[in-house]
């Protein structure tokens, strides 16, 4: 029994971690259910990575005309 309460506070935390690491993605720019995977997997490492990387440049929605 001791088990199962260390194991759903943490994994709680872990899904939790990994929704608030799609929304900071997507604030920079980038896949949120790829990060949202991604954090599954590597947690606080996935948080760590998206506060440091800068956020993807985007170019404009449509290219300038030319000539």
């Known amino acids: 029994m001791d088990t199962l309460n260390d194991y759903v506070p943490t994994g709680l ?3 939790s971690l990994a929704l ?3 929304g900071l993605a997507e604030q920079k720019g ?6 949202f995977l991604g ?3 590597i947690g606080p490492l996935a ?3 998206i506060v440091i990387w800068a956020p993807v440049e985007t ?3 449509f ?3 030319r000539g």
């Open 39 to 41: 954090s599954l997997l």
């Open 47 to 49: 948080t760590a990575l």
């Open 20 to 22: 608030i690491n799609a």
């Open 30 to 35: 980038r896949s949120r259910l790829r990060w």
């Open 63 to 65: 290219p300038p005309p």
């Open 13 to 15: 935390f872990w899904v």
């Open 59 to 61: 170019g404009p929605a």
